[in-house]
């Protein structure tokens, strides 16, 4: 959970083995007076869903500086800002696309994708068709891969919250307070964050709500022409998919959530933050082990305990003196994160650390420093941490009481120091939030939902495993593909032919296992000179120190 890079956007918070067939099937009429159809949503949507499928989508080759290239094609879809009020002011969504490969009787339609935030952009996605994306070939044949920038994201009427510039310039102060006098600091700048959202982008914010993100999904399936949803979500995409699920279960045709956020209204989100926080305290350790491990290629530690006080030696001399006069505390947990995260990561941060720890400063301050150059890429992590803020601060109601929020990280960094502080602060401005906050959707099986298939891996350090035991609860019918032994944050992107298999199985004939499957664990990263360039959630997500 987390923009993708983070929430978001976890560890060994393994709930325990579900028991084949003991979930019971709940009552098609159950989710009826969440979903409220005779309300004025309800209609609205439907409303826009009518038009959107009358009017089509007019395909095209994309804009110059969208980046996507042809054959992937892109247009627009218009919704309702308020689904209230379907006559009212109107947003542009951007989608794009590309045709599937197989013949006509094999297309079954549109494969929408969203891959995490919230304020991830799945524009990226028809790529895996025109890139012959081996993991993908056999879906590829069957459905259009189609993207898309939910609303405020990109090119989909996009929010802000302040001056990008501004937002990635560093060094950011220390996420971990010292004194009081930290903490005050850190409260002013949420505060300010808060009302920078309101002051640049408030008259979209009471409406950045992942109810409201799921109904534009609706919309989208009807211009594509679509009788029912295929979907795939990934990480936050997983809450959007469980929301539109419980909202639209009739609609739904086939759905794969992956990396699952828990859905339960008691966790969205403030406790869901917590959790995270422990769970990549878990993952963090896991990577140190592998360092360690791997100690004749890094040189940093050959036990956890001593890559772990390399890391207190380095965090503390960036603390002192700001690598290369950018990467300060803040930025270096930023750049780390990326390890708990994505194990495809493990060798890019360990080499970026071996080459410091050797004498040599530039890999570091390149990806763990901000690049004032590329104005379109701080625009977009900008506008990514904007939605992120705005839809998880939208979505329910925050504690607003700083006595609660500074006991209870302090008690989760006592046991999870790597990342609460930096975690709080990113979502603080929810606390001081202008925009009226929501009572998330009561997740659960309505009339017409199929099996819906759900992909995790037991260590996942942005969504912790009990998500996807939580969600598999809730819908009845489904099905849970549990990759042990493993933690990288989006399971169906690894190959893993246990997983890879069933995922097009799934997706090409509906075919699910008679039972949950537990699978063996993709291969473990080897150690070797990287070179690729990723940021987390972390030291981009925190407001900037005056």
Known sequence: MRRTAALGAAGTLVTGTLIAGAIAATPASAGEHHRKPGS??????????????????????????????????????????????????TIKIAVDRAVSTGGKDERQGSLVYNPGGPGGSGMKFPNRITTKNPLWAKTAKAYDFVGFDPRGVGHSAAISCMDPQEFVKAPKADPVPDTEADKLAQRKLAKEYADGCAERSGDLLPYMTTPNTARDLDVIRAALGDKKLNYLGVSYGTYLGAVYGTLFPGHVRRMLVDSVVNPSREKVW???????????????????????????????????????????????TAKKNPIGGVVGPAELTGFFQNAPYYDSMWATVAQVWSAYAAGDEKPLIEN????????????????????????????????????????????????APFMTWSNAWMNLPCATWSAKQQKPVEVETGKGLPSVLIVQSTRDAATPYEGAVELHKRFAGSRLITERDAGSHGVTGQVNPCINERVDAYFVDGKVDADDVTCAPHATPQPGKQTAKATAKGASGLPVAP
């Open 368 to 415: 763990a420093g901000p690049d004032l150059k590329d104005t379109a890429g701080n625009i977009a992590a900008e506008n990514g941490n904007a939605v992120y803020t705005a839809v998880e601060c939208t979505d329910t109601k925050w504690p607003t009481s700083w006595k609660k929020w500074d006991r209870d990280n302090t008690r989760v960094h006592q046991q």
């Open 270 to 316: 403030y406790q869901a933050n917590l959790d995270q926080d422990i769970a990549f305290e878990t993952r963090w350790g896991d990577w140190k082990k592998w360092v360690a491990k791997n100690d004749a290629a890094y040189h940093l530690g050959d036990t956890p305990e001593k890559v772990q006080a390399a890391w207190e030696k380095l965090r503390a």
């Open 40 to 89: 004025a949503e309800a209609r609205g949507v439907k409303t826009a869903a009518a038009r959107a499928a009358k009017k089509g989508i007019d395909w095209k080759d994309c804009p110059a500086d969208w980046g996507l290239k042809a054959p992937v094609q892109c247009g627009y879809v218009t919704v309702p800002v308020d689904y209230a009020k379907p006559n009212g002011r």
